[in-house]
């Protein structure tokens, strides 16, 4: 007869010894001094052999819990009754399904972290529900006709972070009715949603903290937003077809309490995603990060009214625009927006010009006032937007040219760093402690460059040497992959 039982799923009969055979209930255990540690410790680390704690288990026979449970009778045990081990499961595929009942059963009383991958839910879907009331951290990768089979109301009392992701198959699976099987969910803080409109899904809006939006529209953000007035960690990226209109600003919604912003826009037909920024108030805001696919001065225009308006306390910037070259944006524009930061702490350029790193680090160096908090600075500069630059520009070969600024960016960045330390710590203006400057290519065919800023950083190593030694934690090279 066939056992029922999943294939590589431990059970109380049989597990392997440390050198692969199998092992039967009764069997001697190999005199092995770790199998002399008292229970509890062995069940605690066995918990540390678990991914991190939002991350879920594979149900694999060569990761842990299925590996320890196959090592010997003692070890099999101790996973079989260690509720922990079995608090979190990844299924993603049919074949994946069999594992969830047993798996869920030995969990205990623990609360679940699941993430569920499936195109149909039907063999699992009773066992997902009989142990909803577990659920603590759930991702579930659905197509919409799967989320309404979940029924109007689940009971979710220990439900804190949920992530949907529907599927969207074809037009038949668009969502007919509003999801509402995680209404009732009085401890949910964090959401994460893609491609579902705030009609779409009904949830306790109103207590949720942290929320990631990804391939949104406009409209569809201001319309969660809207729900959230409690938000303290925000990101939003948007997918927006072109003719997504951007509404008039009625009135600012106010949002007292969050810290941290991202907006990303990868989408060339949508290529401003600040628009955003001219309907919030944000006056708590700490960490401020913009990625887009093109640079333009309007970006930074916008920024700087939104964070002057806001009267935020702002620590942190990150500017990520392909490219922040100054064939995009002027450097004086640059210059303006950090100005109006003096509580700015930590500063990061990414895919930025020679030029524009070469002119913070004089401001940096020659006026007190600017950024006058700042510790830590990490850039970054893209030999292909330097390359694209200076297409059809006559002069010298483009290996000087780029020696000649990379070189006035190092010499700036050094007065900067040199300047900045040598001014008391006082409270008025702050030590830079940690500088990074990396450059990166996309190919082989930017080797000569990269061999060329080779060179050029080689040079200034002495001095950049120096800057380490006084205590700087200083990088100057090619980006790791």
Not at 29 to 44: K, Q, R, S
Not at 168 to 188: E, G, Q
Not at 275 to 287: F, G, K, M, N, V
Not at 303 to 329: A, G, H, M
């Amino acid at each position: 007869m066939m056992s029922s039982h999943p294939p590589g799923l431990p059970n109380e009969s049989t597990a392997e010894t440390p050198t692969g055979t199998v092992v039967h209930e009764g069997s001697e255990n190999p005199p092995f001094t770790v199998l002399a540690l008292a229970t509890e410790i062995t069940a605690e680390i066995f918990a540390h052999c678990l991914p991190d704690l939002l991350v879920a288990s594979k149900p694999r026979t060569d990761t842990a819990p299925l590996l320890l449970g196959r090592i010997c009778s003692t070890w099999r045990n101790i996973a079989l009754t260690t509720p922990k081990l079995w608090s979190r499961l990844e299924i993603a595929g049919a074949a994946g399904s069999v594992y969830t009942a047993p798996w869920l059963a030995r969990a205990g009383n623990q609360p679940l972290t699941l993430s569920i991958a499936l195109a149909e839910t039907t063999q699992i879907l009773a066992v997902l529900k009989e142990y909803a009331h577990r659920w603590r951290d759930v991702h579930l990768d659905l197509s919409f006709a799967e989320f309404h089979l979940f029924g109007p109301e689940l009971h979710l009392p220990l439900l804190q972070r949920l992530l949907i992701f529907p599927r969207h198959n074809a037009d038949a699976d668009a969502p007919k009715h509003s999801i509402d099987a995680f209404r009732n969910a009085p401890a949910l803080r964090e959401l994460s949603l893609s491609m579902v409109s705030p009609a779409g899904i009904a949830l306790p809006w109103a207590q949720l903290t942290t929320f990631t939006g990804s391939r949104m529209t406009f409209i569809d953000c201001l319309d969660f937003l809207r729900c959230m007035p409690n938000l303290v960690n925000c990101r939003v990226d948007f997918e927006a077809p072109e003719d997504d209109p951007v509404l008039p600003v009625a009135r600012l919604l106010p949002f007292p309490f969050l810290t941290s912003l991202y907006i990303s826009s990868w989408n060339y037909a949508h290529d401003d995603p600040t628009d955003i920024l001219d309907h919030i108030s944000t006056p708590a805001l700490e960490t401020f990060e913009l990625a887009a696919s093109v640079g333009h001065v309007l970006y930074l225009e916008v920024l700087q009214r939104f964070l002057t308006e806001s009267e935020c306390p702002l620590r942190e910037l990150i500017l990520q625009v392909d490219e922040l070259n100054v064939d995009y944006i002027p450097v004086y524009e640059i210059e303006e927006l950090l100005s109006a930061l003096p509580t700015l702490e930590r500063l990061e350029l990414r895919l930025a010009s020679p030029k524009v790193l070469a002119t913070l680090g004089r401001r940096l160096a020659h006026d007190p006032l600017f950024l006058p908090r700042l510790s830590r600075v990490r850039t970054s500069s893209h030999l292909m937007g330097f390359v694209n630059g200076q297409v059809g520009i006559p002069g010298p070969p483009i290996e000087q040219r780029i020696h000649h600024e990379f070189a006035a960016m190092l010499e700036a960045t050094i007065a900067a760093l040199s300047t900045r330390w040598a001014a008391p710590d006082s409270g008025t203006t702050r030590q830079i402690l940690e500088y990074s400057l990396t450059y990166c290519d996309l190919d082989s065919s930017y080797d000569f460059l990269v061999l060329q800023l080779d060179r050029t950083v080689a040079a200034f190593q002495a001095r950049l040497d120096e800057m380490a030694a006084q205590g700087i934690k200083i990088h100057v090279g090619l980006a790791e992959e």
